[in-house]
């Protein structure tokens, strides 16, 4: 396990840090505890990578107040509650605020490091994504609006004489603007802009 995604773990009670912070260690997890919500969002910054697993109710700020406060300030880590106190209004509550996952105290060892590492490997997944999207979005940056025009037509299935008579260009003039656009955007074939294209296309 990557050890840049971190669970940060929020509990108030400290047999449960030390307890739950051992199983993680030994699991390969790398794992920061925190005995109050508020000594967490006194530390956490947007920058940082992995999971919250937060305890619902803690003296001071609850498991749901930290989770909101987590929202204003746009820190999107993936939150995983644990509580003792597991009815249907409070894990609506904490889904609706942005709850991952709902784990009921006691933790089956097992169960709790199966659902920490699915969502760290999603968390990472999403994060490569997000890196790749920006990385595209980089290179589109420098195409010229005509290049941008020929990519356009052409992710649209458009042929070059077509491309050519919309826009008013010679099909040559299509050749030189695919050939500019391609080797900005890094790609090594048709199929390559039309994943761009189309990647580009998608909201963040």
Known sequence: MN????VHLVDDDASVRDAVSTLLDVSGIAVTTYASGESFLDLVEPSWTGCVLLDLKMGGMDGLQVQQELLRRSIG??????????DVATVRAALKVG??????????????????????????????QLEEREEIDQRFARLTMREREVMELLVAGRQHREIAQTLGI??????????????????RSLADVIHMGAEIRQPK
Do not use: W
């Not at 880590?77 to 597991?86: D, F, K, N």
């Not at 009921?104 to 994060?127: A, F, H, M, S, Y």
């Open 3 to 6: 050890s840049d995604h971190r």
């Open 77 to 86: 880590l993936p939150v995983v509650i644990m509580t003792a106190y597991g």
């Open 99 to 128: 709850a991952h996952d709902f784990l009921e105290k006691p933790v089956d060892n097992t169960v709790l490091v199966e659902v920490i590492k699915g969502v760290l490997d999603r968390e990472q997944q999403r994060r490569r």
């Open 170 to 187: 010679s099909p040559r003039t299509v050749e030189v603007y695919k050939a500019r656009m391609m080797e900005k955007i890094n790609a």
